[in-house]
Every structure is written in C-alpha cells, then in structure tokens.
C-alpha cells in the first residue's frame, strides 16, 4: 500500500485575529504559500493547530478551505483525535466527508490501552486511513510499542523526539513512521523515514525539506528555531508571524 505521503509535512498552525475568531481565509491562504515551497501534506486541526480549543464547524470550515487551495500531490490530513471514540469517530467522518486524504488521530489522554479507541474510529469510518499519533507529552502516556503493532492503522506521527524510540519504531514496525521533532529531521530521512510533519515547517519549510533530504547544514540552522518553538503555542505562532507576516494571536495559553 502506498503511504499517505512522503516528505515533509507542515502542522498549520490555525490563525486568529485579535478577538479570537478562526481567520480561515488567512489560514488557508498560509496554506496555500506553503505548499508552494514544496511540502508534500498539510495537517490541519491538529495539536499545533490549537485543536482542542477549536469548534466542531472551525474545523470543517478550515479543512474545506484548506482543500481548495491546495495543489495536486499535496496531502490534505485532518487532525482528530479527541477524548472519546465517540468525539473522534465524528472528527473523522467530517474529515472524510470533505475529502481528506487521512486522519491524523492523537491518542486519547491516561488511557493505558488505546487499542479500543482506535479500532472504534476505524470501524466508524472504514474508508479513510488513519495514522496513530503518538505524543505523551500532550496526551500521556502515549502508544506503547506493543499495543502500536496491534492497532488498525496505516502509520504513526512520534513527536517525542527520542531517537531510541524512533529506532525502534524503524526496524520492528511495518506501518509508515513520521517524526513530530524539528531536532530529528535530518535523521529521519537518513534512517528511512516515510516523512516528517513538523510544527516548525510554518516558518522554516525550506531547511525543513533541505535536512529531510540529507543536508545536514539545513539541519544545523534549524536549530535556533527549534529551540524557540516553547512556549507553546506561542513560539510557533511567532516564528510563524515573522516569516509570513500574519497573526501571531492564539487560542491557548
């Protein structure tokens, strides 16, 4: 089976004006500019786009937006994970009603075992893949690697950034492996890696798909900016602000 893509993702951040209010004309157009540098996907509603502190119809609305903008061979992912099957199952559907090409689904917070919530988005939309994604630092404690090879998914985004896991990931797992951390770029597209979805790739896509490629120098300039991405969300937003000339306004925190 083909991946859903391979490359460089971009995590869109979702703008806001300075009321609170989703721009979705800005934040597709922000889309739009991206994929011109040559990403291959754009997720949209994910955890650097502010997900939980969007509305169910923000979400459509971006995803619609987003859509139209983008060119052929560009991945369209919705982000939907959410706290119960339930709330995701619905996440999801909307996603494949508007024709994205995967679901990105975060696991679920303190949940020991995610393997039943994954499987109830899976049989609740069977027609859209789903990619596992593994981030204990936003939704503890994550997707262990025994209950990873269980779960009905085509592949897994790993945000955390441990190259030890990420190894492990590359020589037991079967599904597509892409890597969440800007620090890890480089070695990711060395090691084999499907691809990378990287919040970073908002104000930095060129070096992002420099180091993905194999350019280590790429890899060595991102490196300022990857250690102004905390806090979240605002050191993304920020980067993003100064390369592009938009809001740098959030939602949270």
């Avoid at 919530?117 to 939309?125: E, F, Q």
């Avoid at 102004?228 to 390369?243: D, E, I, M, Y």
Wanted: proline share 8%; charged share 20%.
């Amino acid at each position: 089976m083909e991946p859903v893509f391979s490359g460089v993702g971009v995590a869109l951040v979702t703008l806001f004006d300075d009321d609170g209010r989703v721009d979705v004309p800005g934040t597709a157009d922000l889309a739009g500019r991206l994929a011109e540098t040559g990403l291959d996907a754009v997720v949209v509603g994910g955890s650097t786009g502010e997900a939980y502190a969007l509305e169910d119809d923000e979400r459509r609305a971006l995803l619609v937006a987003v859509r139209d903008v983008l060119p052929d061979g560009v991945a369209l992912l919705a982000g939907t994970g959410a706290p119960s099957a339930r709330q995701a199952i619905a996440l999801t559907r909307t996603a494949a009603e508007v024709g994205a090409t995967a679901a990105l689904v975060l696991s679920p917070l303190r949940s020991a075992d995610p393997r039943p919530y994954y499987d109830a988005v899976a049989k609740g939309v069977p027609d859209l893949p789903l990619l596992a994604y593994h981030f204990p630092g936003m939704t503890p404690p994550g997707i262990s690697m025994a209950h990873l090879r269980d779960l009905p998914v085509v592949g897994l985004k790993d945000s955390t950034g441990d190259p030890n896991r990420l190894l492990e990931e590359l020589t037991t797992y079967d599904g597509d492996t892409y890597v969440g951390s800007s620090a890890l770029v480089h070695t990711a597209g060395a090691l084999g890696a499907t691809g990378v979805i990287l919040a970073l790739a908002n104000a930095e896509p060129e070096d992002c798909i420099a180091a993905f490629r194999g350019d280590a120098e790429a890899q060595l300039r991102l490196a300022g900016p990857h250690a102004s991405l905390p806090p979240f969300p605002q050191g993304v937003k920020a980067l993003t602000a100064a390369r592009w000339g938009v809001s740098a306004a959030t939602r949270m925190g």
